[in-house]
C-alpha cells in the first residue's frame, strides 16, 4: 500500500506556470505506475497525466499536450506535474494517484491523494 500526499497548488494568472508535486510513503515507489488527476467544480474527475515506473515513458490527455511535464523521482518517492501556460479551464483540485500494472494508458488506479487545489485567474 501507499500513501501519497500533494503539494503546490495555489492561485496564479493565466499564463502562468505552477509546480505540483505529490511524495509517496513506503519504499515500493518505484513500482507504480504515478497519474494525475483533476476535477473541476462541478464536473466529473478527469485524467491529466501519467508516467511509467522507469520514468521513461509518458501520457497525457490531449487538452495538456505541450504545456504540462509530468516527472518523477524515485530516489525521493516523489512525482510532479510542472504546468505551464496556464488557461482558467485548468482550475481544479489536482488528484496524485498511483497504480500497480505496466500500462500507463489505463486510467484504473488504486491511490489517492487527498488533492490539491489550483486556481487560475483571467
Known amino acids: 500500500q501507499v500513501q501519497l500526499v500533494e503539494s503546490g497548488g495555489g492561485l496564479v494568472q493565466a499564463g502562468g506556470s505552477l509546480r505540483l508535486s505529490c511524495a509517496a510513503s513506503g519504499r515500493t515507489f518505484s513500482r507504480y505506475i504515478m497519474g494525475w488527476f483533476r476535477q473541476a467544480l462541478g464536473k466529473e474527475r478527469e485524467f491529466v497525466a501519467a508516467?511509467?515506473?522507469?520514468?521513461?515513458?509518458?501520457y497525457y490527455v490531449d487538452s495538456v499536450k505541450g504545456r504540462f511535464t509530468i516527472s518523477r523521482d524515485n530516489d525521493k518517492n516523489t512525482v510532479y506535474l510542472q504546468m505551464n501556460s496556464l488557461k482558467p479551464e485548468d482550475t481544479a483540485v489536482y488528484y496524485c494517484a498511483a497504480r500497480n500494472g505496466l500500462d500507463i494508458t489505463r486510467r484504473e488506479y488504486d491511490y489517492w491523494g487527498q488533492g490539491t487545489q489550483v486556481t487560475v485567474s483571467s
Open positions: 508516467i511509467s515506473r522507469s520514468g521513461g515513458s509518458t
